[in-house]
């Protein structure tokens, strides 16, 4: 069966240019800088794990930047689910508690192998409220990249934490489950005098100590996941930027090191323009009535504390990764590192959203970026099952290349209203927001908004491996009518086919215009009427879909191909066989690429070719015999 589309050409209209803004190279780094925790937990799946549900957090610390240690207290309110009579936080072994107590009672507990297990005087009841306040003391280890990390710039002393996913438990006692998101918080450094402490939410106090020192209180009324609490201690200079959004302005802080405050002041700016399309694509920032905030840090790339990314430079995208984020991965938590892409790619596709709609000419750059290094391996799904390997959870090429196109090609599926509306949805859903997530809930959500049933593509892009490559074999007659056979290839053997709308863009005299196929099975014939002869035609020329490199044949040029031979079967796999060929002796016989290009060449006597060691995609046979050439194409499977 052929489909038959009427369509007219149209003229090609450019994006005008804008500043550079676009680095290739910028995708590993911040890859990279995001992945600190080193030590696997169990994944988070579902309600609060452990029998309570955390309601508040109050961190009591004292840091120096100049020496790696921490002391401090830190108190949990928390909520019983249920019959509870000891409590299990996550804590590293290298930190020494002294004492932990229940509204002034002293609690037994245990401290081994990064469990802190608390007895409670009196069991608590289902919907019952404790308390614990922790008081703790030590040199926090440093494996892995490092949670706690003590160092310098331009000579000065500075430190800094970075808990995901699993590092937290390295610097204070907390509850390391995505399920679980602590109301509020209150964060209480003091720091020697000339020092500045970045942290989430809004500074409330900064108060000299009257045993030296200067006290930062910083306080944050959203829920907030464990890894998003940080602090971070320099020799910070402060300044602010502000961004109108519709309802409200948000105030965006900025705490750099002096030596970078000129560079910095002419980059942080740059972030209004990001907050307010993200707040138009996907409502209000999520904390305008505290503020956003920018924290240096000796870092190659970012990481998004709530309400306050740690940044190591001020480029572009990585401003917007990380502003991205505060909608999805801080506002809206992955509920299982398995699903990571929520996160990551979410925060991936809208630093390219920042491109397509403020620097539109770095678009294509992205798209064609992110595409090109996801087929430069041909496996890889972006459902990460190995959830105890940070490498695994936060491989560049997978769950952040990969995921964020993903997002594209479900854009592209459902459509652009659907899409967003879909995204909306998902983000403010009540079960959700200000909670954590899981993709079968994005899906539920795109599915409502789009009509379509979207289990085939997730099982093919999310959870199968690899990409599709096209070959399209075209030839036009007197009349207009293009004849068209579009052949697919996987690269991996998890899919046998990724079934896609596939754009196609007619060229004709330097006019265009593009016709989307439906493309349901390899070999699936099309017929489009257009008004003038075509010179060339592109497969996907806007990038909307993952796929390797395209071949597309005129067979006019080819020359004709004989109606009489017959080629079985076809596809092929290891052997091809001929009928209808006429001879009175042994025949020449040749094959050909789809581009024209000679991959061997024998004689037939009647036996079947060998075929098995061709690369997968459309070839075309060629034999002479004593009435001449004949030639008839085929697949290779």
């Known amino acids: 069966m052929r489909t038959l589309v009427r369509m007219a050409l149209m003229?090609?209209?450019?994006?005008?240019?804008?500043?550079?803004?676009?680095?290739?190279?910028?995708?590993?780094?911040?890859?990279?800088?995001?992945?600190?925790?080193?030590?696997?937990?169990?994944?988070?799946?579902?309600?609060?794990?452990?029998?309570?549900?955390?309601?508040?957090?109050?961190?009591?610390?004292?840091?120096?930047?100049?020496?790696?240690?921490?002391?401090g207290?830190?108190?949990?309110?928390?909520?019983?689910?249920?019959?509870?009579?000891?409590?299990?936080?996550?804590?590293?072994?290298?930190?020494?508690?002294?004492?932990?107590?229940?509204?002034?009672?002293?609690?037994?507990?245990?401290?081994?192998?990064?469990l802190l297990t608390v007895q409670l005087a009196n069991s608590l009841q289902d919907g019952q409220v404790g308390t614990l306040r922790i008081t703790y003391a030590g040199e926090p280890s440093n494996s892995g990249f490092g949670s706690f990390v003590q160092t310098e710039h331009a000579g000065a002393p500075i430190l800094w934490?970075?808990?995901?996913?699993?590092?937290?438990?390295?610097?204070?006692?907390?509850?390391?489950?995505?399920?679980?998101?602590?109301?509020?918080?209150?964060?209480?450094?003091?720091?020697?005098?000339?020092q500045r402490v970045a942290g989430n939410?809004?500074?409330?106090?900064?108060?000299?100590?009257?045993?030296?020192?200067?006290?930062?209180?910083?306080?944050?009324?959203?829920?907030?996941?464990?890894?998003?609490?940080?602090?971070?201690?320099?020799?910070y200079v402060t300044y602010s930027d502000f961004a109108p959004l519709p309802n409200s302005t948000v105030e965006i802080l900025n705490y750099v090191f002096p030596e970078n405050l000129s560079s910095a002041q002419e980059d942080t700016p740059r972030v209004i323009?990001?907050?307010?399309?993200?707040?138009?694509?996907?409502?209000?920032?999520?904390?305008?009535n505290e503020k956003y905030g920018h924290a240096q840090f000796s870092w190659g790339g970012g990481m998004e504390h709530q309400t306050m990314s740690f940044m190591g430079n001020f480029s572009y995208e990585l401003m917007a990764h990380e502003l991205a984020h505060q909608w999805f991965g801080n506002a809206v938590t992955c509920g299982s590192w398995q699903d990571i892409w929520l996160n990551e790619g979410f925060a991936s596709y809208m630093s390219?959203?920042?491109?397509?709609?403020?620097?539109?000419?770095?678009?294509?750059?992205?798209?064609?970026?992110?595409?090109?290094?996801?087929i430069s391996q041909p496996d890889g799904s972006v459902l990460r099952t190995d959830t105890s390997s940070v490498s695994s959870l936060f491989n560049s090429r997978l769950t952040y290349a990969k995921s964020a196109m993903v997002l594209h090609m479900l854009r592209w599926v459902c459509g652009d209203s659907a899409f967003f509306a879909g995204v909306n949805n998902y983000f403010y859903d009540p079960a959700i927001f200000n909670g954590s997530a899981r993709t079968s809930q994005l899906v539920a959500h795109l599915e409502s908004a789009s009509g379509l049933d979207l289990t085939d593509f997730m099982q093919a892009w999310f959870e199968g491996e690899g990409f599709p490559t096209y070959t399209l074999s075209w030839s036009q007659d007197s009349d207009g009518l293009v004849e068209?056979?579009?052949?697919?290839?996987?690269?991996?053997?998890?899919?046998?086919?990724?079934?896609?709308?596939?754009?196609?863009?007619?060229?004709?005299?330097?006019?265009?215009?593009?016709v989307v196929l439906d493309h349901s099975f390899s070999g699936q014939g099309f017929l489009v009427e257009l008004s003038a002869p075509v010179d060339s035609i592109q497969v996907d020329p806007d990038i909307w879909i993952v796929s390797g490199p395209s071949i597309v044949t005129n067979m006019r040029e080819q020359g004709p191909l004989s109606d009489g031979l017959l080629l079985h079967p076809n596809p092929a796999r290891d052997l091809l066989y001929v009928e209808g060929l006429e001879r009175s002796g042994p025949a020449r016989w040749s094959i050909h690429d789809a581009v024209g290009r000679l991959l061997r060449e024998g004689t037939w006597a009647g036996a079947a070719i060998p075929v098995s060691d061709l690369t997968p995609g459309l070839h075309v046979l060629e034999l002479w015999d004593e009435r001449g050439s004949r030639r008839a194409r085929f697949m290779k499977e």
């Open 11 to 71: 003229g090609l209209v450019l994006p005008a240019a804008s500043q550079s803004l676009f680095d290739p190279a910028e995708l590993e780094s911040i890859a990279h800088s995001e992945a600190h925790g080193h030590v696997p937990v169990p994944k988070s799946n579902g309600a609060p794990a452990r029998g309570y549900d955390m309601i508040y957090h109050r961190l009591e610390l004292e840091l120096d930047p100049a020496v790696r240690y921490i002391a």
């Open 73 to 114: 207290t830190v108190e949990h309110h928390f909520r019983a689910m249920g019959p509870l009579s000891e409590v299990v936080l996550d804590l590293s072994s290298s930190l020494a508690v002294s004492a932990i107590a229940s509204q002034g009672t002293p609690l037994t507990f245990d401290h081994s192998g990064d």
């Open 161 to 194: 934490t970075l808990s995901q996913p699993y590092g937290a438990r390295d610097w204070w006692p907390c509850k390391q489950d995505l399920n679980d998101k602590a109301d509020s918080l209150d964060v209480l450094v003091t720091a020697p005098v000339g």
């Open 201 to 235: 939410g809004l500074l409330v106090n900064e108060a000299p100590q009257p045993n030296g020192g200067v006290l930062y209180h910083w306080q944050h009324r959203h829920p907030i996941s464990y890894y998003l609490i940080a602090v971070a201690v320099t020799n």
């Open 273 to 288: 323009s990001q907050m307010q399309l993200f707040s138009q694509l996907f409502g209000e920032y999520p904390f305008a």
């Open 352 to 374: 390219g959203l920042c491109y397509e709609f403020l620097a539109p000419e770095y678009w294509m750059p992205f798209k064609r970026g992110r595409r090109d290094f996801i």
């Open 484 to 514: 068209l056979t579009l052949d697919q290839s996987t690269s991996h053997s998890s899919v046998d086919f990724f079934a896609m709308p596939v754009p196609l863009r007619f060229w004709s005299a330097g006019q265009d215009t593009t």
